[in-house]
């Protein structure tokens, strides 16, 4: 489908936030509004499989965070940036905090979940999300070498990738063209986002959400890929553990890219969900 043109450009805290608003073609007689939150590096179209389905009963809201998609890309960040950014958004956008159900995949859910602990949401769904940011040769490797060295090699299809990202981001039950539709919708993206983007975890190392998941009180879906390496399955069982009024499930023969994998079982079980709490 096309999300252009229900998208627009809205300006919070001095960066301009492209967002794609259901709302702009569609009346709705529910007041609940989904707010999907992408992971890194990714922007609002990684929804694909999500927003026309949800569109059609609940007013949708995604947008590319600070940094990524259309939005405005500083250089620098801090994590409260991107909470902040959904709450000056959220007002702009005249959706009120017990009307808004936030779906946060990956970073997004880090992002979904310290929103949630200081907003009365009216749900919360976390997507293979996590409780602190695990680091690895590949983050370093970003942070402190050239682009020139590991933008090419680690951010196109190349034999290295072929062999290695469908280990670290499908479940083994999943085929490698799921992996492939991924990146041709993202070829352009990946390849024309600056550097800076990619390397903003380093500005997260203090996150650490284990020490106030507890005072999240929206009910909470959790769900996350039997498969998934990325966010463990143990995470989001930390997660649930944490979070009062929370389930969990797992989908079987999913990794990290659920989204694209399951897409199917995963809007299933959100729409379960907002049925569930009256949404």
């Given at each position: 489908?096309?999300?252009?043109?229900?998208?627009?450009?809205?300006?919070?805290?001095?960066?301009r936030?492209?967002?794609?608003?259901?709302?702009?073609r569609?009346?709705?007689?529910?007041?609940?509004?989904?707010?999907?939150?992408?992971?890194?590096p990714?922007?609002?179209?990684?929804?694909?499989?999500?927003?026309?389905?949800f569109?059609?009963?609940?007013?949708v809201?995604?947008?590319?965070?600070?940094g990524?998609?259309?939005?405005?890309k500083?250089?620098?960040?801090?994590?409260?940036?991107?909470?902040?950014?959904?709450?000056?958004?959220l007002?702009?956008?005249?959706?009120?905090?017990?009307?808004?159900?936030?779906?946060?995949?990956?970073?997004?859910?880090?992002?979904?979940?310290?929103?949630?602990?200081?907003?009365?949401?009216?749900?919360?769904?976390?997507?293979?999300?996590?409780?602190?940011?695990?680091?690895?040769?590949?983050?370093?490797?970003?942070?402190y070498?050239?682009a020139?060295?590991?933008?090419?090699?680690?951010?196109?299809?190349?034999?290295?990738?072929?062999?290695?990202?469908?280990?670290?981001?499908?479940?083994?039950?999943?085929?490698?063209?799921?992996?492939?539709?991924?990146y041709?919708?993202?070829?352009?993206?990946?390849?024309?986002?600056?550097?800076?983007?990619?390397?903003?975890?380093?500005?997260?190392?203090?996150?650490?959400?284990s020490?106030?998941?507890?005072?999240?009180?929206?009910?909470?879906?959790?769900?996350v890929?039997?498969?998934?390496?990325?966010?463990?399955?143990?995470?989001?069982?930390?997660?649930?553990?944490?979070?009062?009024?929370?389930?969990?499930?797992?989908?079987?023969?999913?990794?990290?890219?659920?989204?694209?994998?399951k897409?199917?079982?995963?809007?299933?079980?959100?729409?379960?969900?907002?049925?569930?709490?009256?949404?």
């Amino acid at each position: 489908m096309g999300f252009e043109e229900c998208c627009r450009y809205v300006e919070v805290r001095g960066v301009r936030l492209y967002v794609y608003d259901s709302s702009a073609r569609r009346e709705y007689e529910r007041r609940a509004t989904l707010v999907f939150l992408h992971g890194l590096p990714g922007q609002l179209t990684n929804w694909k499989y999500q927003i026309p389905f949800f569109e059609r009963e609940y007013r949708v809201v995604a947008y590319d965070q600070r940094g990524f998609g259309r939005s405005s890309k500083p250089k620098r960040v801090v994590f409260e940036d991107f909470t902040r950014d959904l709450e000056e958004l959220l007002a702009e956008l005249e959706v009120r905090d017990e009307d808004a159900v936030v779906v946060g995949h990956s970073f997004g859910g880090a992002v979904a979940q310290a929103y949630a602990r200081d907003h009365g949401v009216k749900g919360l769904v976390l997507v293979g999300s996590l409780t602190r940011f695990r680091y690895d040769l590949l983050d370093y490797i970003m942070w402190y070498t050239p682009a020139l060295i590991w933008k090419r090699l680690f951010f196109t299809m190349n034999p290295l990738t072929k062999r290695l990202y469908p280990k670290v981001f499908l479940s083994p039950a999943s085929p490698i063209k799921v992996l492939e539709e991924f990146y041709e919708d993202n070829r352009e993206y990946f390849r024309e986002l600056p550097p800076s983007t990619y390397t903003y975890s380093r500005y997260f190392k203090g996150y650490d959400a284990s020490s106030w998941l507890h005072q999240v009180a929206a009910p909470t879906l959790i769900v996350v890929g039997e498969d998934d390496v990325v966010t463990p399955l143990e995470e989001s069982r930390r997660i649930s553990e944490l979070i009062p009024n929370s389930k969990l499930v797992v989908v079987e023969k999913a990794g990290h890219l659920i989204l694209y994998e399951k897409p199917e079982e995963l809007n299933a079980t959100i729409m379960g969900f907002l049925k569930e709490i009256g949404a």
